[in-house]
């Protein structure tokens, strides 16, 4: 059998990953690594974090066209994996995340490249319209279908690095957990979103042309306490980031967002995604795999 029939990557294919330092960019590129592909990650400034993990920094902000040219002539990759991001690098702004999104599938084009793997969202045609950040990725996802770049498309459902996310007010602490809902939902591990690129990548003539739903795992935010408790041996206590009307008022996007989440959304299930990453993540493997608490203590 060959080695790509074996599932392992031949050697060194090369990967470049767009906005490489996010939360899904970071853990994506390490398991890519992992699967045994020769990664590139641009990064407007943060070498170190990238070298860190095994993957080689292309210093250019991956929304500007003049900088994506220059990532894919010096590494060479024929494969990408591509996140937009609505509220970073976009601003919160529909049409300029809208335009990141077109920029790099013109380019992946110009350049020739064989595999173009889009990070979208679980679901994106059933969240309603206030859901700006959801929608844009139903753009992005139908000019990709029409350019002509051989594509996959990644949909995640809500992430489990929400749990430790300082940026946006989240740090996980000891003996807490804090989320803006704490009803029963659908989760996913940004790195199983790189394990499950690293099968497309690995089966083109499987994946290309098709989307497959991320999803590891279900529960409440106090199944997801008790995940925590589990793994770091504390007790652990669940509760709402903010009060709902304070959600509802101040945070429109997400608040509506939540509302499809609450109301028993996305409708693929964990069953579905592990026949592609059997070993999916649960909370509990989360929580290890993350390692530590904000303030770099470890958990457990
Ligand atoms: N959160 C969830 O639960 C969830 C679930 C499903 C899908 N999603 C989708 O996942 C995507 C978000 O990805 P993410 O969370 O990985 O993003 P992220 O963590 O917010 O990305 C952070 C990176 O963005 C780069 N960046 C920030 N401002 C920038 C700017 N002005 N220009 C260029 N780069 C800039 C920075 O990289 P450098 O400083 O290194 O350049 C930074 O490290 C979104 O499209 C979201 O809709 C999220």
């Known amino acids: 059998m060959s080695q790509k029939g074996m599932g392992i990557a031949m050697i060194s294919e090369k990967v470049l990953v767009l906005n490489a330092t996010g939360k899904v960019g970071k853990n994506a590129s390490l398991a890519l690594r992992e699967a045994g592909f020769d990664v590139f990650g641009t990064t407007r400034s943060q070498v170190d974090a990238l070298r860190a993990i095994g993957v080689t920094p292309v210093v250019c902000n991956y929304t500007d066209r003049k900088g994506l040219e220059y990532a894919i002539e010096q590494t060479g990759a024929k494969k990408i994996l591509a996140i937009t991001d609505y509220f970073g690098a976009a601003q919160s702004n529909s049409a300029v995340e809208i335009e990141h999104g077109k920029i790099a599938i013109d380019v992946a084009k110009e350049k020739g490249v064989d595999h173009f793997i889009f990070v979208s969202v679980v679901d994106a045609e059933?969240?309603?319209?206030?859901?700006?950040?959801?929608?844009?990725?139903?753009?992005?996802?139908?000019?990709?279908?029409?350019?002509?770049?051989?594509?996959?498309?990644?949909?995640?459902?809500?992430?489990?690095?929400?749990?430790?996310?300082?940026?946006?007010?989240?740090?996980?602490?000891?003996?807490?957990?804090?989320?803006?809902?704490?009803?029963?939902?659908?989760?996913?591990?940004?790195?199983?979103?790189?394990?499950?690129?690293?099968?497309?990548?690995?089966?083109?003539?499987?994946?290309?042309?098709?989307?497959?739903?991320?999803?590891?795992?279900?529960?409440?935010?106090?199944?997801?306490?008790?995940?925590?408790?589990?793994?770091?041996?504390?007790?652990?206590?669940?509760?709402?980031?903010?009060?709902?009307?304070?959600?509802?008022?101040?945070?429109?996007?997400?608040?509506?967002?939540?509302?499809?989440?609450e109301a028993g959304g996305p409708q693929g299930s964990p069953y579905t995604f592990k026949k592609v990453v059997p070993d999916a993540l649960s909370a509990e493997d989360w929580f290890r795999f993350h390692g530590s608490y904000s303030n770099g203590e470890k958990i457990g």
Not at 151 to 163: D, V
């Open 126 to 261: 059933y969240f309603n319209d206030h859901v700006r950040h959801i929608k844009t990725k139903l753009v992005i996802e139908d000019y990709l279908r029409q350019s002509g770049v051989p594509y996959s498309i990644l949909r995640p459902t809500a992430f489990f690095e929400n749990f430790d996310d300082p940026k946006n007010w989240n740090p996980l602490k000891k003996g807490a957990i804090k989320f803006l809902s704490d009803k029963h939902m659908k989760y996913c591990a940004t790195y199983d979103i790189g394990r499950a690129a690293a099968v497309m990548f690995k089966h083109p003539d499987k994946w290309i042309g098709r989307s497959l739903d991320v999803i590891g795992w279900e529960g409440s935010l106090s199944d997801v306490a008790r995940a925590l408790e589990t793994v770091g041996g504390v007790p652990v206590k669940a509760r709402l980031a903010m009060p709902l009307f304070l959600r509802r008022l101040f945070l429109k996007d997400l608040h509506n967002m939540f509302l499809y989440f």
